[in-house]
């Protein structure tokens, strides 16, 4: 059995290209999918199929900070961004 996980952040028109490729997988044989998006695209995702998981508040409240846009955006220096990946990773390991 293959599993697939589709995560996105964002809008409608960013989540919905990720909707039509996880109906396009659970065309395959042994294919599992399951989405992961924030709340307002539950629906959505229902009307496809597969399984569906909330990002939570605190997980969105984490993508919003300036070091993970940083990293994601890779702004300033390669090392800020370690650092900043360093200390993301022991604040969020428990």
Known sequence: MKKVLICSLGSRGDVEP???LGEELMRQPNTEVAFCFSEQFR???SEV???FYQM???FLDLM???AIKAIMGQTGSKW????SMRGLLKETAP
């Open 18 to 20: 990720f909707l039509a």
């Open 43 to 45: 629906e959505l995702a």
């Open 49 to 51: 199929g597969g399984k």
């Open 56 to 58: 939570t508040p605190a």
């Open 64 to 66: 919003d900070r300036p």
């Open 80 to 83: 800020s961004r370690i650092n």
